[in-house]
């Protein structure tokens, strides 16, 4: 399957569906929280989406009252160990039954959901989120994966890494969150780091609560000015009040996909892919209760190479016995 008749398949920039990963181990327990870390190689070409598949039956009840994304906590995934996704969430609990917030996160910066609603003892699930980067040959993506607990177990199921090769026109970078506790009623200067990738800029920022409520006062984005963005204007902003957040309900008798105007406790904060220039973004927050809340940038850029520029010795001289600093200071 990676082979280099792939390979020569995908140069001609054509649509390719390639797993690169599949085992059925990396599932949800009903018992504990669960950390998978995995790695294989893929293949080169410019990947499009990538696709995270979850499939699997059950005895008799689904493992979450709505989306099975619900229990999907943490997704953070490196290409060549270049990160490119790192997406964290709060709040999880298998008795929601709204949009998870892995779901709205995903539908707010392009990707989507497949789910089937027709079964509960029946799992299929994947996760699409854009992607647009282009990966050399001898590749290698590394995946952390980190669930919540299960309301029911799975009796069987398999977990597989899809990559969706084609064309695209911007990349889609999901950076580190930035962590930070607001106090109650009073405005809180936040900073959020943004990964210094030549080029990029900021389409937005998500902003998560440590609880699926609405505490959340308002946003000031200070590079855009000092409007205040309440929840309902922001949900207006980023389509969520206007398009609405699709989702599985499979408790639902008449088998059909939901729609959420909004998500108590996230929201996603459009930059209008802002230019940064000093690796961070200033918001002003504003809070009704004390409450521990994430900032999760989002960048875009043209489709070439990636990466965040790690630091780097340069210095010619070695190190040892007389390396610069030795050799500074046996000078004096």
Known sequence: MLGTSNQSKL????????????????LVSETATQTYNLSNPLPSGLVEEIGFRFTGATAAAYPSAASFTELITGLRCTFNGDQWLNV????????????????????????????D????????????????IN???????????????????LTSGNFEVWIKYGKSTNMTI????????????????ITVKIPTIKGATVAGIAVQGETAVDNLSSVIVKPLGDFQYSPTYL????????NGYVFADLNDSLN???FADKLAGYYFVPLYNLSIVDGSVSLLVDAAVAEFY???????????????????QTASVATGSKGAILSRAEDQ
């Open 294 to 312: 994430t900032f999760t940038p989002v960048l875009n850029l043209p489709t070439s190479g990636s990466g965040e520029r790690q630091p780097r």
């Open 117 to 132: 609603t027709s079964a509960l003892t029946n799992l299929d699930c994947t996760v699409w989120i854009p992607c647009g």
């Open 174 to 189: 999901v950076g580190n969150m930035t962590s930070q506790n607001v106090a109650a009623n009073t405005q809180t200067l």
């Open 88 to 115: 964290q969430t709060q709040a999880n609990v298998n008795t929601s039954n709204t949009v998870s917030r892995v779901g709205a996160f995903v539908q707010d910066i392009g990707g989507r959901v497949v789910e």
């Open 256 to 258: 059909e996909l939901q």
């Open 235 to 242: 949900r207006g902003i980023s389509g969520a009040s206007q």
């Open 11 to 26: 140069a001609g920039g054509g649509v390719r569906y390639t797993m690169i990963y599949q085992d059925a181990t990396s």
């Open 135 to 153: 990966v050399p040959n001898n590749s290698r993506f590394e995946l952390q994966l980190n669930y919540a607990v299960a309301a029911a177990a």
